[in-house]
């Protein structure tokens, strides 16, 4: 490809604030953050690029998007930056993302005519003949606006406003569609690919689980990687709900000698243990897509111990994220550690955000 901005070229980054940075109305621009797969799109005539975040191609996994993008109304040479989501009812869908990433093309095509990919469209590298990168965000935004102008569905703009107001309002209503938080990119800022000049405020909560097992560290026995998060369903049976990770080095030695006697007579009953859910990735131990071939042997622990950890986002009874340890709470019993406690937020309609229009984003920047 023969563009301005040639491929590979890294993403623009952003590091996570605790909230949005203030604004007179002109220092930042705010956007709703996007729950998919990051992609960097190369258009040269008939090519198309479906660049991933780690700089790997996306598009035989993608043949939906790239017929969409070769369909519309775009201009024959251009550099985008956007989001590939799957909108599922008055949701996005992430386990319908990691669904396409099969080996199989067949399954890939099924896959795309029964729940096709949108893309929502943040930024803009290059237009033509002109490399962009070096234009503040405000006038990339602004062309990026002009250039959707007639585009028609999967193809989106996100929408964008410099009020704060209406960026907190959008933190709030549109996790329950999926979307894990808001953006704010400094208007003035230049696209600087693999640094983390934007800011991201998301969402995240505290709950209860049940430690039930835990894997070793790659640097092996007496080393613990990460612990298997569990929580109780209506029925009483103890669902895998994720994993909390991300322990110094001092902490995970300290983890393998604390967590010792709760690995003796573990197995014995143990709901993760002998069950057809293993095979089926539905808690430790199978291969599944969410496995992707890796190990993913691990340890039993008797399930009586209980931890409060910080989580982001839950998908279809499972942390999308990895969940952060905050204490362990033995003053706590293990059966009280239910799917109940946690909030559920009610899904905003998807079409509130998948505006066709780049009016809303017009009137929106004001």
């Given at each position: 490809m023969l563009l301005p901005v040639p491929p590979p070229v890294h993403?623009?980054?952003?590091?996570?604030?605790?909230?949005?940075?203030?604004?007179?109305?002109?220092?930042?621009?705010?956007?709703?953050?996007?729950?998919?797969f990051r992609a960097l799109i190369f258009r040269d005539g008939d090519e198309v690029l479906l660049q991933s975040r780690d700089l790997k191609p996306l598009n035989r996994y993608f043949p939906d998007v790239v017929a969409a993008l070769l369909a519309a109304p775009l201009p024959a040479r251009c550099v985008l930056d956007g989001e590939i989501v799957i909108a599922n009812g008055e949701a996005l869908d992430f386990d319908a993302l990691q669904l396409r990433l099969h080996p199989a093309a067949s399954r890939v095509n099924m896959l795309a005519s029964r729940m096709p990919a949108s893309v929502v469209f943040f930024d803009l590298l290059a237009l033509d003949e002109r490399s962009l990168m070096n234009e503040p965000f405000a006038v990339r935004r602004r062309e990026l606006e002009q250039l959707f102008a007639g585009i028609?569905?999967?193809?989106?703009?996100?929408?964008?406003?410099?009020?704060?107001?209406?960026?907190?309002?959008?933190?709030?209503?549109?996790?329950?569609?999926?979307?894990?938080?808001?953006?704010?990119?400094?208007?003035d800022g230049v696209y600087e690919p693999g640094t983390r000049t934007m800011l991201k405020v998301k969402h995240e909560r505290e709950c209860d689980c049940v430690v039930a097992g835990f894997r070793w560290h790659k640097k092996g026995v007496g080393v613990v990687g990460s612990?298997?998060?569990?929580?109780?369903?209506?029925?009483?049976?103890?669902?895998?709900?994720?994993?909390?990770?991300?322990?110094?080095?001092?902490?995970r030695v300290e983890l393998a000698e604390f967590l010792e006697p709760y690995r003796e007579h573990a197995t014995a009953g143990h709901p993760w243990v002998h069950t057809a859910d293993v095979a089926a990735?539905?808690?430790?131990?199978?291969?599944?897509?969410?496995?992707?071939?890796k190990d993913a042997s691990w340890e039993a622990l008797r399930p009586e111990l209980v931890v409060e950890v910080g989580y982001e986002h839950l998908q279809n009874g499972r942390f999308r994220h990895m969940a952060q340890f905050r204490r362990w709470r033995f003053d706590k019993r293990p059966e009280e550690c239910t799917y109940a406690q946690l909030e559920v937020v009610p899904p905003h309609e998807l079409s509130e955000i998948f505006k066709k229009s780049s009016s809303f984003a017009s009137r929106a920047m004001g």
């Open positions: 993403p623009m980054l952003a590091k996570r604030v605790a909230e949005l940075p203030q604004t007179d109305g002109e220092a930042w621009i705010f956007e709703p953050k996007w729950d998919g028609e569905p999967p193809l989106h703009l996100t929408p964008a406003t410099r009020d704060r107001g209406v960026a907190l309002d959008w933190f709030r209503r549109f996790e329950g569609a999926g979307l894990d938080g808001v953006m704010a990119k400094p208007s612990l298997l998060l569990g929580l109780y369903d209506r029925a009483g049976v103890l669902q895998h709900t994720g994993i909390c990770a991300s322990f110094t080095e001092h902490k990735g539905r808690v430790p131990g199978g291969q599944s897509r969410w496995t992707q071939g």
